[in-house]
Nanobody, 123 residues
Framework: VQLQASGGGLVQAGGSLRLSCAASGRTFSRSIMGWFRQAPGKAREFVAAISWSGGSTYYTDSVKGRFTVSRDNAKNTVYLRMNSLKPEDTAVYYC?????????????????WGQGTLVTVSN
C-alpha cells in the first residue's frame, strides 16, 4: 500500500485539524490503519488505529476524547480528526498500514508508511 498524508499545518491551541491519508493499492480495505507522530527530539509514538471495517478504534491515552480516527474504504482514505489541540501535539504525523489481523500499537507491526505531515500547535 502506498500512502500519502496531508492536512497538517499551523493552528492555535484549542483549534482543530483533520489529517487525511490517501492510499493506493488493492489491499487498503484489508489493512489496519494507524497514525503515529514524532515530536522534535522524541521517538515516534502511536496515536490511533482503526480496524479493517472501521468498527474498532484505538487511541493513546493522551489523545482520547480529542482525536477521532475514521476511514472510508470506498475512497481508500483514513482520517484523523484532531480537536482541542495542545502545543504538546506538535509533531510530524504519519499514517501507516498493517496487514495483521489484530490492531497493534507498535510501529514495528506496520508495513507501509506515508511521508508524514507536520502539525504545529501554537500557544
Amino acid at each position: 500500500v502506498q500512502l500519502q498524508a496531508s492536512g497538517g499545518g499551523l493552528v492555535q491551541a484549542g483549534g482543530s485539524l483533520r489529517l487525511s491519508c490517501a492510499a493506493s493499492g488493492r489491499t487498503f480495505s484489508r489493512s489496519i490503519m494507524g497514525w503515529f507522530r514524532q515530536a522534535p527530539g522524541k521517538a515516534r509514538e502511536f496515536v490511533a488505529a482503526i480496524s479493517w471495517s472501521g468498527g474498532s478504534t484505538y487511541y493513546t491515552d493522551s489523545v482520547k476524547g480529542r482525536f477521532t480516527v475514521s476511514r472510508d474504504n470506498a475512497k481508500n482514505t483514513v482520517y484523523l480528526r484532531m480537536n482541542s489541540l495542545k502545543p504538546e501535539d506538535t509533531a510530524v504525523y504519519y499514517c501507516a498500514a498493517s496487514t495483521l489481523m489484530v490492531v497493534r500499537t507498535s510501529e514495528a507491526e506496520y508495513d507501509d508508511w506515508g511521508q508524514g505531515t507536520l502539525v504545529t500547535v501554537s500557544n
